[in-house]
C-alpha cells in the first residue's frame, strides 16, 4: 500500500511496521486509560492513602529490579512472542480483578504482580522487536512504535478522563475493566503476528555458549547511565509541575499545555530524531544530543523562580520543549544500543539487564531531583545537568567496552 506523501513521516511504510504501531496504540489505550485513574481508583475503590499508594509502588519497582534478569531470561527459554502473548492474557486476568483488591497488603501483592508480568512483556516484545526487523529499519520501526504509543496514552487518558467526569463508583470501577478488555484484544493482536525461529549467527562453535548479560561490564554500565538519562521523565512528570505550582508565578493551567505539547512533539519527532541512531556511533550521537538537551532544560528552568508573567510562562515552555529533545534522543539511542550490543543467543537476558536502568530511575530519582530543585533552587538544577552529563560521557567508553566483549565471546566485529 502506498503512503502518501504528507503522511510518509507518520504513517510507517511497511506493513510489519503498521501492525505493530497497531498494536502498540491499542495496548497504551488500555494501560493509559487505567495510569490516568489510578489515584482516585486506588483512594476511592481500593480505599488506600495516598502515602500507602506511594509505598506500595515503591515495593512494587524494587521486587521488579530483583526480577528483572531473570524475567528477561524467559523469552530465551519460552520464545518472545509466546511469554508476549502469555504476559498480555495475564495483565487482562489482573487488571480485572482490581475491582476485588481490598486493603493495603492485597494492593501490594497484585501491583508486585502486575509490575513483574508487564515486565516481563516488555522484555518479550523488546526481543521480538529485534528479531523481526532487519537492521537497517530496526530503530525506525521502534520509533513509528513509541509515536503510536504516546497516541494510544492520550486516547486512553480521555476515555479515563469520561470516567473520572461521570465520577461515579461504578464509572471508576470500570476504568480498569475496560484496560483489561483491550488487553485480551491486545493478546489476539499479537497472537496473529509472524511466529519467528531465532537466527543465530554461526561464528565457528555451535556447542560454545557466551556470557551472561549481566558479566558484560560495559553494558551493564551502559544500562545504569540510560536508565540515568531516562529520568527526563522525572523532570516532566515530576519536578517540573511541583516546580511550576511552588516556586514560579505561572499559572497551573500551563501544565495541561506542556503535556500536549511533549505529547505532539514525540508523535511528529520521535521517527526524525532517530534518524542515524541504527549503529553505535549513531545512538552515541544521540546520547551527547539527549546530555545537551538535559543541561539546557536545567538552565532554563533554574531561572524562572525569578522570572515574572509571560517570561516565566515562554521559559518553563521552552524549558519543556528541551527535555522532550532529551526523552527523544535517549529513546533513539536505547534502541539502538539494544540492537547492536546484545548477544544474538541471549536476547531475552540482555533485555533483562537493560531493564535495570528503568528499574532503577523511578525508585532514585524522583526523590533526589524533587530535593534538589525544590530544596537547593537553581544550585540544585546544576547538579541535576551534572548528574545527566555524567551519564552521556560515560555511555561512551561502557558502550566500546560492550562492544569489546562482543567482539571476544560472539565473534561479531566491534566497529572501528
Given at each position: 500500500?502506498?503512503?502518501?506523501?504528507?503522511?510518509?513521516?507518520?504513517?510507517?511504510?511497511?506493513?510489519?511496521?503498521?501492525?505493530?504501531?497497531?498494536?502498540?496504540?491499542?495496548?497504551?489505550?488500555?494501560?493509559?486509560?487505567?495510569?490516568?485513574?489510578?489515584?482516585?481508583?486506588?483512594?476511592?475503590?481500593?480505599?488506600?492513602?495516598?502515602?500507602?499508594?506511594?509505598?506500595?509502588?515503591?515495593?512494587?519497582?524494587?521486587?521488579?529490579?530483583?526480577?528483572?534478569?531473570?524475567?528477561?531470561?524467559?523469552?530465551?527459554?519460552?520464545?518472545?512472542?509466546r511469554?508476549?502473548?502469555?504476559?498480555?492474557?495475564?495483565?487482562?486476568?489482573?487488571?480485572?480483578?482490581?475491582?476485588?483488591?481490598?486493603?493495603?497488603?492485597?494492593?501490594?501483592?497484585?501491583?508486585?504482580?502486575?509490575?513483574?508480568?508487564?515486565?516481563?512483556?516488555?522484555?518479550?516484545?523488546?526481543?521480538?522487536?529485534?528479531?523481526?526487523?532487519?537492521?537497517?529499519?530496526?530503530?525506525?520501526?521502534?520509533?513509528?512504535?513509541?509515536?503510536?504509543?504516546?497516541?494510544?496514552?492520550?486516547?486512553?487518558?480521555?476515555?479515563?478522563?469520561?470516567?473520572?467526569?461521570?465520577?461515579?463508583?461504578?464509572?471508576?470501577?470500570?476504568?480498569?475493566?475496560?484496560?483489561?478488555?483491550?488487553?485480551?484484544?491486545?493478546?489476539?493482536?499479537?497472537?496473529?503476528?509472524?511466529?519467528?525461529v531465532?537466527?543465530?549467527?554461526?561464528h565457528?562453535?555451535?556447542?560454545?555458549?557466551?556470557?551472561?548479560?549481566?558479566?558484560?561490564?560495559?553494558?551493564?554500565?551502559?544500562?545504569?547511565?540510560?536508565?540515568?538519562?531516562?529520568?527526563?521523565?522525572?523532570?516532566?512528570?515530576?519536578?517540573?509541575?511541583?516546580?511550576?505550582?511552588?516556586?514560579?508565578?505561572?499559572?497551573?493551567?500551563?501544565?495541561?499545555?506542556?503535556?500536549?505539547t511533549?505529547?505532539?512533539?514525540?508523535?511528529?519527532?520521535?521517527?526524525?530524531?532517530?534518524?542515524?541512531?541504527?549503529?553505535?556511533?549513531?545512538?552515541?550521537?544521540?546520547?551527547?544530543?539527549?546530555?545537551?538537551?538535559?543541561v539546557?532544560?536545567?538552565?532554563?528552568l533554574?531561572?524562572t523562580?525569578?522570572?515574572?508573567?509571560?517570561?516565566?510562562?515562554?521559559?518553563?515552555?521552552?524549558?519543556?520543549i528541551?527535555?522532550?529533545?532529551?526523552?527523544?534522543?535517549?529513546?533513539?539511542?536505547?534502541?539502538?544500543?539494544?540492537?547492536?550490543l546484545?548477544?544474538?543467543?541471549?536476547?531475552?537476558?540482555?533485555?533483562?539487564?537493560?531493564?535495570?536502568?528503568?528499574?532503577?530511575?523511578?525508585?532514585?530519582?524522583?526523590?533526589?531531583?524533587?530535593?534538589?530543585?525544590?530544596?537547593?533552587?537553581?544550585?540544585?538544577?546544576?547538579?541535576?545537568?551534572?548528574i545527566?552529563?555524567?551519564?552521556?560521557?560515560?555511555?561512551?567508553?561502557?558502550?566500546?567496552?560492550?562492544?569489546?566483549?562482543?567482539?571476544?565471546?560472539?565473534?561479531?566485529?566491534?566497529?572501528?
Amino acid at each position: 500500500m502506498a503512503i502518501p506523501r504528507v503522511l510518509a513521516g507518520l504513517v510507517p511504510p511497511t506493513k510489519m511496521e503498521r501492525d505493530l504501531a497497531l498494536q502498540s496504540v491499542l495496548s497504551a489505550f488500555a494501560t493509559g486509560a487505567f495510569l490516568t485513574g489510578t489515584a482516585v481508583f486506588f483512594t476511592q475503590i481500593v480505599g488506600l492513602t495516598g502515602a500507602q499508594v506511594g509505598l506500595g509502588m515503591s515495593a512494587a519497582a524494587v521486587v521488579t529490579l530483583a526480577l528483572s534478569i531473570p524475567l528477561g531470561r524467559l523469552s530465551d527459554r519460552v520464545g518472545a512472542k509466546r511469554l508476549w502473548v502469555i504476559s498480555a492474557l495475564l495483565e487482562a486476568g489482573l487488571y480485572f480483578s482490581w475491582p476485588l483488591v481490598s486493603g493495603f497488603l492485597t494492593f501490594v501483592l497484585v501491583l508486585s504482580v502486575l509490575a513483574s508480568v508487564e515486565t516481563a512483556g516488555r522484555s518479550a516484545r523488546n526481543v521480538y522487536r529485534i528479531e523481526v526487523f532487519p537492521r537497517e529499519t530496526r530503530v525506525r520501526a521502534m520509533a513509528f512504535q513509541r509515536s503510536a504509543r504516546n497516541v494510544g496514552y492520550t486516547l486512553g487518558a480521555g476515555a479515563s478522563g469520561v470516567a473520572l467526569g461521570i465520577g461515579s463508583r461504578e464509572a471508576i470501577m470500570a476504568i480498569p475493566l475496560l484496560t483489561g478488555a483491550l488487553l485480551i484484544i491486545n493478546a489476539l493482536m499479537i497472537s496473529f503476528l509472524p511466529t519467528l525461529v531465532r537466527s543465530v549467527p554461526d561464528h565457528g562453535d555451535d556447542h560454545h555458549l557466551s556470557p551472561g548479560a549481566f558479566r558484560n561490564r560495559g553494558f551493564v554500565v551502559l544500562a545504569l547511565c540510560n536508565g540515568v538519562l531516562s529520568s527526563n521523565q522525572v523532570l516532566l512528570n515530576v519536578v517540573v509541575p511541583l516546580w511550576l505550582v511552588e516556586r514560579t508565578d505561572a499559572p497551573q493551567v500551563l501544565l495541561a499545555w506542556l503535556f500536549g505539547t511533549n505529547t505532539v512533539l514525540a508523535v511528529l519527532l520521535q521517527v526524525r530524531a532517530s534518524r542515524g541512531a541504527e549503529t553505535v556511533n549513531g545512538s552515541l550521537r544521540a546520547v551527547r544530543w539527549s546530555g545537551w538537551a538535559f543541561v539546557l532544560s536545567c538552565v532554563v528552568l533554574s531561572v524562572t523562580h525569578e522570572t515574572v508573567g509571560w517570561v516565566s510562562i515562554v521559559l518553563i515552555w521552552i524549558g519543556h520543549i528541551t527535555i522532550t529533545g532529551a526523552e527523544l534522543w535517549q529513546s533513539a539511542s536505547d534502541w539502538g544500543f539494544t540492537s547492536e550490543l546484545s548477544d544474538p543467543r541471549r536476547l531475552g537476558d540482555y533485555q533483562g539487564v537493560w531493564s535495570l536502568g528503568y528499574q532503577v530511575e523511578p525508585i532514585v530519582f524522583p526523590a533526589l531531583y524533587t530535593f534538589l530543585a525544590l530544596s537547593w533552587g537553581a544550585p540544585g538544577w546544576v547538579v541535576i545537568a551534572v548528574i545527566a552529563v555524567a551519564a552521556a560521557v560515560v555511555s561512551h567508553p561502557a558502550a566500546r567496552a560492550a562492544e569489546r566483549h562482543l567482539a571476544r565471546h560472539t565473534g561479531v566485529p566491534a566497529a572501528a
